[in-house]
């Protein structure tokens, strides 16, 4: 996914603001998905919900103001009710690496009790970590 940094996003030294970066995973997250024909909100009104439950940002180096971002997805780990996905932002100009991160998301129902990920999200998962192993 794209993302364009916008002055909004940056501090007041000119940097995209850490905290932004979680923004950014979260939309390419939805967005990885959604390109797999997999909805998130489908999910949810079936009673599967995704709560992030840890996340690891390794900074590397700082995105500026009208940078244009890719930010790459890709399954790291999945467990019975939770999955982890490498996240990492890119500058689109030089192949940059900005930001790296593992974000790792739970699978609840609407009570926040652990569910077992449903079975289109784990095939997807499951065949992505597989392509990748290759």
Known sequence: MEV???YEDTDAAGVVYHANYLKYFERARSEYLRERGVSVSELASEGFVFPVVRVEIDFRSPALHDDLL?????????KGSSFALRQQAVRKTDGRLLADALITLACVGPELKARRIPSILRDLLEARLSETAR
């Open 4 to 6: 364009r940094i916008y």
């Open 70 to 78: 890719l930010i790459h997805t890709s399954p790291e780990q999945v």
